[in-house]
């Protein structure tokens, strides 16, 4: 069951989505469109007291929507007469504030929305603050901020009031608009936000033009361009610019004189640092951003040059306030809950504020998050969240869907048979939204109220994460009788609709019909009628007329037994009916039922008379067709009751009804419609009745007076039928009317007016030309009405400038000025000046004059005769009436001659430009300076200088200075000028004055002013560069200074600088390597280079303030060395059995010290008796491959290669093992053959001597001398297991007694068998002599191994034997051991001494040996061992020695301020790279610096006459050298040096390095007397024999050196350099294969005390040995019962 409710549910989701989508598809299948706004009115309108305001609002929709002004709360706004005017196009218009106010229509601040509706829905516009301001806050200026420019830039400024904001901003220019745009290829004028335009590339009638701007719908005074730039007396600053998002935006770099340089532009980040700004344009010096967005808010900073001060303008971008409401749309069902969220982004920063409405409803939640629930019908809709804040708003709405869903049975029941007295349960399972009801009906009529027979049970199960539910209803039917059963229905029902189910529930028992009450239908409608029975079993169930006929209804498929349909049923379809039940027993049940069909009422089409007038009457009737009493009629107008004020007279009949209307008027113009009702249906019919009416005013304007300016409302509007038709009229003196032709548009032109939907004549702005008389005409057809009234405009005082000049005026100084104002207006102006703020007061120097011009217009001007500088300053007009005022400023220039530069300076000096700068005069014009300089100290190349006051001397330079060409320097404070003096020489002393000028004279000069330029890096490069070879590692270079004009500066020094290049001169100088010299050294030495490299060397020389350029580099090979590397990937390839190949690559080309003239080949052969001495072999080779002839069949051989070029020859490379091909092997070198018994024989041989390969096997040939010619042959795979080289034997049984054998062996290797060996002969015999069949020898073991000696012996009977020892006998013992025919001599432990320091094991062939990786000027120990004790130890050092100091301090060189360190006077000691820090101290002052050796240093900063004391430190990795030396500056007046005190304190280090050296003297010479008290002898080494087998159990032998501190060097220390070479000594017992050689480094002392005697390893063979053994610490003891003591 509940498998099949999910079933269910799921397919319940799916139908209600589509249920959902059917509903969206049916909502906009019907063509009804929800309101927006084309069109919204903007946040914040300004309404000025004397100007009126207007705002627009359009709306689109289907139907099309109605649009209202509404107030926030929701009040609708009407018209007020020419106050207020709200149009149907949806234009809002007020008048004058002060109007309003006056006429106590309010006047205040309001915020209005505009409303949209139709039967779609509500939609309300963001809200609009209307604020009053007053009418200054519309006055515009347009300022200049910086000189126009022919073919240059201008920059203007519309100044708008604060209480603006944003606003756009349109261009005028002579009056016509300003084509602006951004970037364009023919655009040059750029509108921005802030009110900035800029101009570029202006033409002679850009400069001649008067440019004004408009902004809020009001335009600003013209203007004219200024190009002077004396009067430019202060800077505009410009530091901050707010835009909007999107706006283009330029930001200004206002810099006085800044159009000679380049402007550039910086950004800074978030983090604080100032970058480049990457994005925008530049265009005459102004960054033009295009389509700003938040990211570009930051601050800017612009400057021109190095030395230009730096403008910073900061950029402020605010994004629209938005609002966006979620989730949309929402989707409930009735009764759900859920929630709407606001969000809000954007905004200036201010505090918003969230209000809801619901179709236009204000809801109380300021909330960001709504939350609806539970929902009904009536909550469905737009729900809009509005935001504003002080400047803002915005708007943004979602849909609230009621997604009812209809009811749905997802558990029904089957039909059912039953027995009285039994119960059954018949269950239903609704779901729906919102949650259905279930009801039970039996037979479609609600079950009887029996609470014994009939129990319903309902329950809801709701589901998780759903707003649906189940609703459960179980019906218990207890069966009391057979009446119980018929047709149960199950009926769910919600809101959304219903859904039944019916099925039958059979009880045995005869069958019966329940009553039927009579059936109403209406005709043409079809008539389906269940036959309510029950009993069971049924056999049929018919219909039968009156007549008795049957009933013929079809039935569908599924359809029950008794089912009566009727099909459009007409009249004659009224009667009775009868069911008939037959149950199977042939019981007989009847039912009849009466069916009555009904007409609704049917009208007849009716209208009302065209002609009809006010004052007569009219009647309509409205009759029936047809339709079924009883009817009742009423009457409408326009949808509506009609009301009683109209007096209309209705006579009702039965079948018709009268409309009588008497005494005609307009109101009763309409819409009349006729309605008839009965039980079965209404019906009704609509009729239009004009009533024609001529016009009548409804408002009209009165005379008016108005200021000129002003806004003001001429209403006139009039009624009538039709609808009367406004025009207007304008006469000036009451005759000659003309037709007023305004636009209807709020885009008309301002200077004129505007003609409203309503009729209403809109002035915006009144004017003297708006003053006459208006006749306003109503015309309906035939008829009209006119009204006439007169418009007084009064004109408050306008001033303007007389004489043609502009604000700013000049004038000489004792001629005439005159200041001209002209004044037009109402009479009774009057007209005052002021002088600075203060009343106009001339003292006798002039006066003014009153002048009346006629036509209301008056003149006043000042007249100035001698104009001083008392005079010069603001001058205002001001003019007043009744109705106003006015103002006009003059500023006047009085001209004189300009006086001496004050507080002259230079501020900034570089080496080559300086600048001055000086307080710029305030109350005279300065049109331009001269400025003289000259130099003092002369110039290369010049003439000598002249004297102080001499100024008219050629080297004198004069430069006049324009205001163009003047600096303004931030950072020197306001009002002082500069300029920059340029192509200065470095490092040269000048001196300068200054005079101003303009048209009246000219100034003194300034007192001269001196002046150093500062140095400058040289300029050139130093001359006649060469280049020596020194040495393979060495290069000389020498130089001579660049010429003294490049200098620029004291030299201080050069800079060499050398790096590898190739023969071609390439090579990359970024790995260059630097020297320093002198400033008076020429030469150079540079070491440690590589021998035979091409190297290119170039020079500079410097002073303080830095590098001069390098010369161009020069190029020299340095001498060739003796390669350092060996051979690379030496190779061999066997090319037979007696000869290989071998190649190799050359050196590394670092390592090759030069050209490689040849090579040379050394092989020698692996495993040669080690008894024999080492034989190398050597082969000369030109190239790189070769073959090496004449070797020994399947040996290896070391191959080892050497490089040699015209300087010497190098290393040899590793070696390399090469081994030859097998060959056949050499006959086995001896054979025996002795008799065992008197059949057996053993033969024993020996392998041959030269094997040539890996034996395969032997063949034994055995031959009877007494038989056959034909030998026996054996083959013999092995011999002694193990033991490579050992003797053969075979045991040859089955002989002949008596006879003689021979015997002769051949070996065999994988190349073939080899000669046969000697012929042995033996006969068998009972009674043999002893033999021995062994061969003896010498055997060779290594050190510390096991080693085998065989003595195999025969005879008959078989023989006894012996071992002897140096002709004595031999006891077996320890280390001896018997093994079966061998004598075993086995080695003991080897016991290793402890020792201080860190030996390196080095494998070695016998032979000299060439250790690497050594330090040089380093002492070492080294020793060799071949597997067993140590040989001889001997000491050895490597060439070379620490830094060698100056004997003397003739290295350091000084003056009375410098001192000069010739660093070359050290020596390395051979040990390459030394260090050099020197520490100085003397004076009361002390330092340290590193230093490079093999150049010059320069210390600086000296006291004349004072002594000093260095103390130089050089390490190498030989050791370090510290001496420390004294020297004297020179004084200032030849007298001797000041002796300074200036001892060294010793560092942490030296103390240490002390006190370890003295530690390590003490400890070694305590040492040495041991030793050299406990040695009585020397000891001398024994050679010895031992074996291999117990190396693994004695582990490694370490030599006896226990010592903590090594002894000082020996006299005889060999000098090796740079490689040592050594040969295993006599400690290498014979039977060696291998070497190794330990080598430890040895501390150097300067106190070496004599060498300790050399000692050699000894042998511990007997008792009296291990006596004398017993002197040394610890001993290596191989013998039985020796002593490992050391005896102390």
């Known amino acids: 069951m509940r498998m099949c409710l999910c079933e269910f549910e799921m397919i319940g989701q799916i139908q209600w989505a589509l249920v959902v989508i059917l509903a969206i598809g049916l909502a906009a299948s019907t063509g009804d469109k929800r309101p927006h706004f084309t069109t919204e009115p903007p946040p914040r309108v300004l309404w000025p007291a004397t100007r009126g305001a207007y705002a627009v609002c359009r709306a689109s929709g289907h139907p099309t929507p109605d649009v209202h002004w509404v107030t926030s709360e929701g009040q609708v706004i009407t018209t007020i007469p020419g106050l207020r005017h709200v149009l149907s196009d949806g234009r809002l218009v007020v008048g004058a504030r002060r109007s309003m106010v006056d006429a106590g229509g309010g006047g205040n601040s309001a915020v209005l929305r505009c409303r949209a509706s139709n039967r779609a829905g509500v939609t309300l516009s963001r809200p609009m603050l209307l604020q009053p301001v007053e009418d200054n806050v519309l006055v515009h200026s347009v300022r200049q901020l910086i000189p126009a420019k022919m073919g240059g830039s201008v920059l203007l400024r519309c100044e708008l009031s604060l209480q603006i904001g944003f606003a756009d901003v349109k261009w005028l220019q002579d009056g016509l608009p300003l084509a602006t745009g951004y970037m364009g290829t023919d655009t040059r004028w750029i509108s921005g936000a802030g009110g900035l335009l800029l101009g570029s590339d202006l033409t002679q009638a850009d400069v ?56 550039t532009w910086q950004r800074q980040d978030g983090s604080g640092v100032w970058a480049a700004a990457g994005e925008g344009a530049v265009r005459r010096g102004a960054l033009v951003l295009a389509a700003v967005r938040a990211h570009h808010a930051a601050r800017y900073a612009c400057a021109a040059g190095d030395s230009s001060p730096r403008v910073i303008v900061r950029l402020l971008v605010h994004e629209p306030l938005a609002v966006t409401v979620t989730p949309n749309p929402l989707m409930l069902g009735t009764g759900g809950s859920g929630s709407f969220n606001c969000s809000v982004s954007g905004g200036r920063g201010g ?42 708003s915005a708007v943004s709405g979602a849909e609230l869907v009621i997604a009812d869903r209809p009811p749905r049975l997802i558990t029904t029941f089957s039909e059912a048979i039953t027995r009285v007295g039994q119960s059954i349960a018949l269950r239903c399972a609704a779901t729906g939204i919102p949650s259905p009801r279930i009801f039970w009906t039996l037979d479609n009529r609600p079950l009887p109220s029996a609470p014994e027979k009939y129990t319903i049970n309902t329950r809801a199960e709701s589901l998780p994460g759903s707003e649906e539910g189940n609703i459960i209803s179980t019906l218990s039917i207890t069966i009391r009788s057979a009446d119980e059963g018929g047709r149960y229905g199950c009926n769910a029902t919600n809101s959304g609709g219903s859904q039944a189910h019916y099925a039958r529930l059979n009880v045995f028992g005869p069958p019966n019909i329940r009553y039927l009450p009579p059936m109403h239908v209406k005709v043409e409608s079809d008539v389906t009628l269940y036959c309510p029975y029950s009993g069971y079993p049924i056999k049929e169930v018919i219909w039968r007329r009156e007549d008795g006929s049957i009933v013929d209804s079809p039935l569908d498929n599924g359809d029950e037994r008794g089912i009566l349909r009727l099909a459009s049923v007409r009249g004659s379809a009224s009667g009775s009916y009868t069911c008939e039940v037959r149950a199977e027993s042939g019981e007989l049940a009847r039912r009849t039922v009466r069916i009555e069909v009904h007409k609704p009422p049917k009208i007849v089409p009716f209208q009302f008379p065209e002609e009809l007038e006010v004052g007569g009457s009219t009647q309509a009737t409205c009759s029936l067709v047809s339709g079924d009493k009883p009817i009742q009629f009423s009457w409408h107008k326009d949808n509506l009751p009609i009301p009683s004020v109209l007096k209309v007279e209705q006579k009702n009949m039965d079948f018709f009804t009268i409309l009588v209307i008497q005494d005609l008027n307009s109101m009763h113009s309409g819409e009349y419609s006729c309605r008839a009702t009965n039980d079965f249906g209404t019906v009704s019919h609509s009729a239009s009745l004009i009533v024609k009416e001529a016009p009548l005013w409804v408002w009209r304007a009165q005379n008016t007076s108005v200021s000129a300016g002003a806004a003001v409302l001429l209403p006139c509007s009039a009624k009538g039928q039709p609808m009367p038709r406004i025009s207007w009229e304008f006469s000036s003196e009451g005759e000659n009317w003309r037709h007023i032709l305004w636009g209807q548009t709020e885009s008309a032109d301002m200077s004129e007016g505007s003609l409203l939907a309503d009729g209403t004549v809109w002035v915006r702005a009144a004017t003297p030309q708006h003053e006459g008389w208006y006749r306003c005409t109503a015309r309906v057809q035939h008829s009209f009405l006119h009204h006439t009234f007169y418009l007084d405009v009064r004109e408050p005082p306008k001033l303007t400038r007389g004489g043609g000049g502009g604000e700013t005026q000049w004038v000489v100084r004792g001629s005439t000025a005159r200041l001209t104002c002209s004044v037009r207006g109402e009479p009774e102006i009057h007209i005052h000046w002021t002088h600075d703020s203060r009343p106009l007061a001339l003292h006798g120097s002039g006066g003014v004059e009153m002048r009346d011009l006629g036509n209301g217009a008056m003149m006043s001007e000042i007249t100035i005769t001698h104009a001083g500088p008392e005079h010069a300053g603001d001058y205002r007009c001001l003019a007043r009436n009744l109705y106003g005022t006015d103002e006009l400023i003059f500023r006047l220039f009085v001209k004189e001659r300009p006086s001496v530069p004050e507080e002259v300076r230079i501020s900034e000096v570089w080496s080559r430009r300086a600048r001055v700068t000086w307080r710029a005069a305030r109350n005279s014009a300065v049109s331009q300076y001269a400025l003289q300089y000259r130099a003092l100290a002369p110039a290369p190349d010049a003439l000598p200088p002249a004297p102080l006051d001499a100024w008219n001397s050629p ?19 306001p009002g002082r000028a500069g300029a920059l003096i340029s192509a200065l020489f470095p490092d040269t002393r000048y001196v300068l004055r200054l005079a101003a000028h303009n048209d009246v004279g000219a100034s003194p000069y300034t007192t001269p002013l001196h002046f150093t330029t500062r140095e400058e890096a040289p300029g050139g490069v130093p001359r006649d560069i060469s280049l020596r070879a020194l040495r393979a590692r060495e290069l000389l270079v020498t130089w001579q200074p660049p010429p003294r004009e490049t200098w620029h500066g004291t030299l201080l020094g050069y800079t060499i600088r050398w790096w590898e290049a190739s023969d071609e001169g390439k090579g990359s100088s970024d790995k260059a390597s630097e020297s320093g010299a002198s400033a008076d050294a020429t030469s150079a030495t540079l070491r440690g280079l590589k021998p035979a490299t091409r190297y290119a060397v170039a020079v500079r020389g410097y002073n303080a303030a830095g590098n001069g350029p390098a010369s161009q580099p020069h190029y020299r090979h340095t001498l060739e060395s003796p390669p350092t590397g060996s051979p690379e990937g030496v190779s061999c390839v066997s090319s037979g059995s007696t000869s290989v190949r071998v190649s190799w690559r050359a050196p590394e080309p670092d390592a090759r010290g030069g050209l490689i003239t040849h090579y040379t080949l050394q092989y020698t052969k692996r495993d040669v008796d080690p008894l024999l001495p080492v034989q190398d072999a050597h082969l000369r080779v030109q190239g790189e491959e070769t073959t090496v002839s004449r070797l020994t069949p399947y040996s290896e051989y070391d191959i080892r290669v050497r490089a040699h070029n015209a300087a010497g020859d190098g290393p040899l490379s590793p070696p390399q093992m090469c081994r030859t091909d097998e060959d056949v092997p050499s006959a086995p070198s001896g054979i025996k053959l002795i008799a065992l018994s008197e059949r057996s024989l053993r033969a024993s041989w020996l392998p041959p001597v030269e094997p040539n390969g890996r034996l395969t096997h032997y063949s034994l040939y055995v031959k009877d001398l007494s038989g056959s010619q034909e030998a026996n042959v054996t083959r013999v795979s092995t011999c002694v297991e193990g033991e490579e080289g050992a003797e053969c034997a075979r045991t040859l049984r089955g002989l002949r007694a008596g006879r003689t054998y021979e015997a002769w062996a051949r070996a065999a290797t994988a190349a073939g068998d080899g000669p046969p060996s000697a012929v042995a002969a033996c006969q068998t015999t009972a009674l043999a002599p002893a033999r021995i069949s062994s061969f003896g020898g010498v055997s060779v073991g290594s050190a510390g191994a096991a080693l085998s000696l065989r003595c195999a012996v025969g005879g008959a009977p078989p023989p006894a034997k012996r071992w002897l020892r140096a002709g004595a006998p031999l006891h077996v013992r320890p280390p001896f051991h018997l093994d079966g025919d061998a004598l075993m001599i086995r080695s003991e432990c080897l016991i290793n001494m402890d020792f201080v320091g860190e030996w390196r094991t080095q494998s070695a062939s016998p032979g000299p040996v060439t ?44 003056n009375a301020t410098h001192a000069r360190f010739d660093t070359s006077m050290w020596s390395d000691g051979g040990c390459g790279p030394v260090a050099l820090k020197l520490e100085w101290a003397g004076s009361g002052v002390s330092g340290a610096r590193d230093v490079p050796v093999g150049g010059e240093v320069i210390l600086g900063g000296l006291s004349a006459g004072a002594r000093y004391r260095v103390a130089a430190r050089a390490a190498s990795e030989a050791g370090r050298t510290r001496e420390v030396y004294e020297f004297a500056s020179a004084a200032a007046d030849g007298g001797a040096a000041q002796e300074v005190d200036a001892p060294f304190p010793a560092t942490a280090g030296e103390l240490a390095l002390l006190l370890a050296l003295c530690a390590a003297l003490s400890l070694a010479a305590l040492t040495i007397l041991a030793i050299l008290l406990r040695r009585k002898r020397s000891d001398v080494a024994v050679p010895r024999v031992t074996t291999s087998a117990d190396k693994a159990v004695c582990g490694t032998y370490r030599p006896p050196h226990s010592t903590p501190k090594l002894p000082p060097d020996p006299p005889d220390v060999y000098e090796i350099s740079p490689y040592a070479t050594f040969a295993g000594g006599e400690g290498a017992g014979p039977g060696s294969r291998a070497y190794t050689l330990q080598l430890r480094a040895l501390a150097r002392h300067d106190d070496d005390a004599p060498p300790p005697h050399s000692v050699d390893e000894e042998t511990c063979l007997d008792a009296y040995e291990a006596q004398r053994r017993r002197r040394r610490r610890r001993h290596y003891c191989p013998d039985h019962g020796c002593s490992q003591d050391s005896g102390s």
């Open 208 to 263: 001649e033009a008067e440019y004004s701007c408009i902004a809020v719908d009001t335009s600003s005074p013209t203007i004219k361009l200024t190009t002077d730039e004396s009067s430019w007396l202060e800077s505009v600053e410009v530091n901050s610019i707010e835009a909007r998002a999107g706006d283009t935006v330029i930001l200004p770099c206002i810099l006085r004189h800044s159009n000679r340089h380049t402007i």
């Open 351 to 392: 505090v918003v504020t969230i209000s809801w409405q619901h179709e236009g409803r204000p809801l109380h939640s300021p909330q960001p998050k709504l939350t609806l629930g539970p929902v009904r019908s009536h909550h469905a809709g737009l729900y809009q969240c509005t935001a504003y804040d002080h400047s803002d």
């Open 955 to 973: 080297d004198v330079l004069n430069v006049t200075l324009a205001n163009s060409d003047l600096l303004h320097v931030a950072s020197e404070g």
């Open 1411 to 1454: 250790l690497t990786g050594l330090r040089c000027g380093s002492a070492y120990r080294a020793y060799g061992s071949a597997g067993g004790p140590p040989g001889t130890e001997i000491s050895i050092r490597t060439s070379g020695g620490p830094p060698v100091a100056p004997p003397d301090s003739r290295w350091i060189r000084a």
